[in-house]
Each structure stands twice: as C-alpha cells, then as structure tokens.
C-alpha cells in the first residue's frame, strides 16, 4: 500500500484560496481570470492529491507525488502573483495610460489570428515586468503579456508584444506546431530547436511590417558580444536572427525596408568583428555562418508561403509602412510607429467574463464567444482528469501530461523566462 499524502498540502491550498479573493479587483478581465486559476488550482490539486492516495494514479520516476503537488501550488502563486500585479498597476494612471495601449497592441496582434480562423476569439492583458514575457495560461483564453517598464516613455519598446503573441498563437493553434515541421526539410537539424522562435519572429512581422525588424536589430545589439554566435538551443543565434526578419519583409513586398536593415546589419556585423562560424547547441560542431544564413532564409520562405496559402495568415494591413525608394533611414520607422501609438490607435479589446459557472471571451459587438466551464482548458484533459472518479489505474505517462498542462508549471513572472525573446 502507498504511503498516503499529508494533509498539509490542502491546507496550503487553502491558503492560496483565500488569497485568491477578487473582491477589490475592477478590471473584469482580470477577475475573470482569478475566478478560473482558483476553480483550475482546485481541479488540478484535488486530481492529483485524491489520485495519489487512492492509488489510481501510479508513480513516476521524474515527478514523485509531492514535487507534483509543490509544483503545481508554486505555479498558481505564480500567477496569482502576475494578476494582482497587472490589477495593481491599473491603479495608476500613468502606468494604467500605458498599458491601455499595450492592451490594444496586443489584441491588434492576437485578432489577426483570430480572423484567420486560426483561433477561437480570446482576450489579452499585458502588465509591466522586467522584460517581454508571454504566460502559457491553460484555465483561459487570454494571452498574458509582459512588457518592460521602460514602454512608458518609449513606445518603441511595446514593439516586443506581437513576437509574445505570436508564441501564444502557436501554442494554442490546434496543429500548427505539427503542420509546420512536415514543411521544413529535414536537414539541418540544429533548426529544429529554433522553429517555435523563429514561427513568432515571423508572425511579428505578419502583424507590424518594417518596423519591427528594426527593433529586433536593437534587441539583439543590447546582448554581450561573446553572445553573438551562441546558440541556447531556443533562439536562433544573434548574428543570423535579423535575417529572418529580413527575408520574410521581402517577401511580403517591404522591399526599400528590407534592403535597408540589411544594409544596417552588415555594419553592426563589422563592428562585433565578423564573426564567421556558430557552434550548434548541443554539439561540437562549428557551422559557416554565411550556410547558416542560407538555410534559415531557405526555411523562412517556406514558413511564410505555407503560412499564407494554408493558413491565409496575410493582414489586411501593418502597423507600419515601406521606407520610400534609395531611403535608409530605419529610425524613421521607429518615428512613425510612436506616431501612430500616440494619435491613432484605437482598437477594441475583447474581455474575459465570468456568467454564472461558465466564463467566454465578451468582442465588440457584446457576444460572449469561446465559452467554457470555468477551470476548463476547453481540451482532452478536462475528460482525462474525470478517470479519477472511476477504477480506472493511471501510468505516468498518462498524468504527467494533465500536471504539464501546456507547460503551465514552469517559471514565473520573477523567474528567468522561458518562453520570451
């Protein structure tokens, strides 16, 4: 017989039940979301903590039942921690003007998805924390979105939100993830690593035009020049990343821009000593970085042609424009993007809301879409956990799924992110 749980692991669930009280939050948004993280904690603990004890849910040996259940209570702090943060904050004018914005950014760079059938109508909320981050959130349709405070007084820093929203699209796109690794050729395999980045790299161009290649250029520069050819095994390595962004512009007909960054880089190449070669993650390997180059622009174009004829993914519009002809003047891109933020901006944002003991998403014209229980992942792992009310015995296999719930108990807002930049 297996040795039974302490009881202190509901009593520290009740704990967090009671920090979970809504009652001072106005933003309905958020107290939706607060509703569905305590009804979703309940779920996930009673499911493992009843499966463990009674014996229907077998061992395993990564995850032993009390680092299920530690992981699993530390993960709702987390976000209990990220939603009262971003409640918080709304408190002040001047960081909530701010994030009115960035929330408008956001549901510009989710709706594209959306309206492209690629997902059900969901709903954002971004919140000021030391770096962009995107939050994998099973229990709800909302994308939550971290962007640096320094967006307060520079807009090109809110920049960052479509390549976080372009993570959210492909972690909840039925498939993509799937489809897209069938059209890639199979060599060179250090790619693979990369595809989930390089996918939202791709999108953020889908969604913001020129100027967003610009702004990566940036990015990459603030990094240490010993990091420029290293390759983490998630990102694609600095010095061929722009290019990326280069080829899909191209593509898409941004030619003057395109053109331009490329001419941009090449200077910001010479300066960190060109370097000629990257080791792959993982490897002893020492791959040519100009080979490098031609097989990312390689998959990039193939990425991008089967994104718009399979999946459609082409906007109506960007949120920037071309650079006029002979035109090398990228930080013009930056001028009119904060003219637009500044003047122009005016984009409806979708809410999350709570009716009766069912939570959707509510649009513009006041449907409540995308409905669910609440503390439902709208997924098969909402059926799953019902096998613990049966004689049915579970592998680990089996439930460690269910406690991974799409990467859900990773890091937190205060953690070293994993999903980002």
Request: one cysteine or more; charged letters at 25%; a negative charge.
């Amino acid at each position: 017989m297996s040795k039974k749980l302490s009881p202190i692991w509901l009593k520290r669930w009740q704990a967090l039940e009671k920090a979970m009280n809504s009652s001072e939050i106005q933003d309905t948004t958020l107290k939706s979301m607060l509703a569905c993280l305590k009804a979703f904690g309940e779920d996930q603990i009673r499911f493992f903590y009843d499966g463990f004890n009674n014996g229907r849910l077998l061992p395993s040996m990564n995850h032993p039942a009390e680092n299920v259940l530690s992981s699993t209570l530390a993960q709702v702090s987390y976000d209990l921690s990220a939603i009262r943060q971003a409640a918080d904050q709304r408190r002040s004018p001047k960081l909530k003007t701010t994030l009115d914005k960035a929330d408008q950014l956001a549901q510009s760079a989710l709706n594209l998805a959306i309206e492209k059938g690629l997902l059900e109508p969901g709903a954002v909320v971004t919140y000021f924390d030391k770096s962009p981050y995107i939050r994998v959130i099973p229990y709800a349709p909302v994308a939550l979105v971290g962007i640096p405070y320094t967006a307060i007084e520079s807009q090109r820093d809110l920049l960052a939100i479509p390549h976080e929203v372009g993570h959210y699209v492909y972690r909840h796109t039925s498939g993509l993830a799937a489809n897209l690794l069938t059209q890639i050729p199979f060599d060179p395999p250090w790619f693979y690593r990369w595809l989930e980045e390089i996918f939202s790299d791709i999108y953020g161009c889908l969604v913001a035009g020129p100027v967003i290649g610009v702004d990566f250029q940036d990015l990459l520069l603030d990094n240490a020049v010993a990091d420029f050819t290293v390759d983490d095994g998630e990102h694609p390595v600095d010095a061929i990343r722009p290019f990326v962004y280069i080829r899909v512009l191209e593509k898409l007909g941004f030619k003057n821009a395109a053109e331009a960054l490329d001419i941009r880089w090449a200077k910001h190449q010479v300066a960190r000593h060109y370097p000629e070669s990257f080791g792959p993650y993982g490897t002893e390997d020492e791959i040519d970085l100009d080979y490098a180059r031609e097989k990312i622009e390689e998959v990039v174009g193939v990425m991008l042609d089967y994104l718009l004829k399979d999946y459609n993914l082409k906007p109506e519009s960007y949120w920037s424009e071309d650079l006029p002809p002979s035109n090398n003047d990228t930080d013009s891109l930056y001028e009119a993007f904060e003219t637009w933020v500044n003047q122009s901006i005016n984009i409806t944002v979708n809410q999350l809301q709570v009716q009766g003991k069912k939570v959707g998403v509510s649009t513009e014209n006041g449907d409540l879409k995308n409905i669910r229980h609440i503390g439902s992942t709208k997924s098969w792992q909402d059926k799953f956990k019902k096998f613990k009310d049966n004689v049915y015995v579970l592998p680990s296999s089996a439930w460690e799924l269910i406690f991974a719930a799409g990467s859900w108990p990773n890091k937190g807002p205060d953690g070293d992110p994993d999903v980002g930049m």
